[in-house]
């Protein structure tokens, strides 16, 4: 795609230099243009869409995924730091799939594996909704696979003997 010089509208300007910026998902670069050899410089950004259930479409922001996920946290030991934390693991495995466009349902489907490690109450909340848990028993059915799958230990429980007890 040619880009064209601001300034005398040539078409065949030439990269002088990029640089990649916020994570990785922008690209500046500076520009020159052999036609009146002034300088000037670009912003690319990789856009991810995301599809609503009404077919709109809308940028991809993780503010709305910590939005969405901060209800599912409420009154749990979740910070907002984790919360960033959260929502960029999840625009990163979304971007890694390669689309530009991803359906609603999708993103809160992504958000699941990222949260369970985070913290699994909230993940029980969060799953009833995009798994459209309809009884006790696809409840019951989520604890019995949660029970079954070991967690990853904390950095305290790792390195401690499994037959030394904890007193307060």
Request: glycine share 4%; charged share 30%.
């Amino acid at each position: 795609m040619a880009v064209h010089c601001p300034f005398c509208r040539h078409d065949d300007t030439k990269v002088v230099d990029s640089r990649v910026q916020e994570d990785g998902t922008v690209i500046r670069r500076r520009r020159h243009c052999p036609s009146c050899e002034r300088r000037f410089g670009t912003l690319e950004s990789a856009t991810l869409n995301v599809v609503k259930r009404s077919g709109a479409t809308e940028p991809f922001r993780r503010d709305k995924v910590m939005s969405g996920v901060r209800k599912a946290c409420q009154g749990r030991p979740v910070t907002d730091d984790q919360l960033h934390l959260l929502a960029q693991e999840v625009e990163e495995s979304i971007r890694a799939t390669g689309q530009a466009e991803i359906d609603a349902h999708e993103v809160g489907m992504a958000v699941l594996p990222v949260l369970r490690e985070l913290d699994t109450v909230a993940y029980l909340r969060f799953a009833s909704v995009y798994r459209n848990f309809d009884s006790l028993d696809d409840f019951a059915t989520e604890i019995e696979q949660l029970r079954r799958e070991p967690r990853p230990q904390s950095p305290e429980q790792a390195g401690r003997p499994e037959h030394e007890s904890v007193t307060a």
